[in-house]
């Protein structure tokens, strides 16, 4: 189980502490404790003059400028962020109070019953939160699943479980300390029910967002109910260059995150040409005026007809920045061979030579891993072509990590 602290135990502690901090690296910038002339103390950004103008890059000074929240996070105003479970919790957190404007209240998703706690399957517990703060966790609740929730309303303890009352596993213990809720099923009554248990808005199914929080809301969404296209740009000729994917009217770029041949031999099939001859990361082929990336660790096994098929990050989430489009260079029929440094596969796949015959297979049709090649001693074989034994030296990191490893960004 996990324990947390809220953020009225924080401020409790700190509250004569006036200096800039930011001591986890989460908030966007060092913050400080201030009060208020009427005596209510809140946290703020603290005012750090930012670097001379001609030393930033535009990206850096954009962000300063434009400041946004990471994910989970709600934005109050510029250069003010809160996290999501302080919102509409009939308590103002915000120095504007936009966190308890325009809000529904959330114990309407829940049925009570009083002066009772839920015992095993507990999955995560919160010191000093409301009754309201600890429905909300329940509601965003991240890694799991939460079903119900007790709450103690003397020392403002909130558990949430994975499971309810009616589980086989689970006791209901009465207590009159604390307050059992457990989440109303009826208000899935004509929503889309998720396969975790959850249920969302229908206007929320296939419109690219992971609503469900485990992508079911995704899952059966037809090309055409997407948008879905793909293209190829920037390349002097029509079968290679930069991949690019509209989804839901847009064009966008894919990162190059774990991207390789069998990724580019999915999208070569798919735009008509016989397969992959190569693959251009770093954004090789250039990138379009306005970067915006659709996909971002794709995962194809190499047979699937179609990218759309493939494993891959919700829409639109990613970690890449504008050097990180991925690029292909396609096959058309009697074209450019194999380069000297490289395999031709039976299935018309160029592979390097140095992934022969090191156990994991490159080609479509395993044809760089077959016994007949990869079984013969190089001192007994007359060969009139090199073959590697299986003993070489070179070896070759997994799929996935072939091009690259990015570093991985916050958020």
């Known amino acids: 189980m996990k324990y947390r602290v809220s953020e009225k135990t924080r401020r409790s502690q700190l509250i004569k502490h006036n200096k800039c901090r930011n001591p986890d690296g989460t908030d966007l910038l060092p913050w400080c404790y201030v009060q208020t002339s009427n005596g209510i103390v809140r946290s703020e950004f603290c005012d750090i003059p930012v670097c001379n103008a001609a030393t930033k890059s535009p990206k850096v000074s954009r962000m300063i400028e434009e400041p946004k929240c990471d994910a989970g996070f709600f934005e109050c105003q510029p250069n003010e962020c809160i996290t999501q479970a302080w919102v509409c919790d009939n308590q103002a957190d915000c120095s504007n109070g936009m966190d308890e404007k325009n809000c529904s209240n959330v114990m309407d998703n829940f049925i009570k019953t009083p002066e009772a706690r839920l015992t095993n399957h507990e999955a995560e517990k919160w010191l000093h939160t409301t009754v309201n ?174 990218l759309y098929s493939c494993k891959f990050k919700e829409w639109g989430v990613h970690d890449c920045n504008a050097q990180e489009s991925a690029g292909v260079v396609c096959r058309v029929a009697g074209g450019k061979a194999c380069s000297n440094d490289e395999f031709e596969c039976n299935s018309g796949e160029c592979v390097p030579v140095r992934f022969l015959c090191d156990s994991y297979t490159d080609c479509a049709d395993g044809s760089d891993e077959t016994p007949e090649r990869c079984n013969v001693s190089v001192t007994t074989t007359k060969a009139t072509t090199p073959i590697i034994p299986t003993t070489s030296t070179t070896t070759k990191a997994p799929k996935k990590f072939i091009q690259k490893i990015a570093p991985k960004k916050k958020g």
Not at 135 to 163: P, W, Y
Not at 183 to 188: E, V
Request: net charge negative; proline share 1%.
């Open 133 to 306: 703060t600890c429905a909300n966790r329940c509601m965003q609740a991240d890694g799991f699943v939460c079903q119900s929730f007790s709450h103690n309303k003397n020392d403002q303890t909130c558990i949430l479980n994975e499971r309810t009352k009616g589980d086989t596993s689970t006791i209901l213990e009465s207590d009159k300390d604390w307050d059992y809720y457990e989440t109303d099923k009826a208000l899935c009554i004509g929503k889309f029910i998720c396969e975790n248990g959850n249920c969302v808005d229908k206007s929320k199914e296939c419109d690219g967002h992971n609503d469900c929080g485990d992508r079911s809301d995704e899952t059966k969404c037809t090309k055409d109910m997407m948008g879905y296209e793909i293209r190829l740009m920037g390349g002097n000729t029509t079968n290679e260059g930069r991949v690019e994917v509209k989804i839901l009217g847009e064009w966008g770029v894919i990162c190059d995150d774990k991207f390789d041949l069998r990724e580019a031999n999915v999208i070569c099939r798919e735009l008509g040409f016989l397969n992959s001859i190569a693959v251009k990361p770093n954004s090789f082929y250039g990138v379009p005026n306005k970067t915006r990336f659709v996909l971002d660790d794709l995962d194809c096994n190499g047979t699937e007809n179609s």
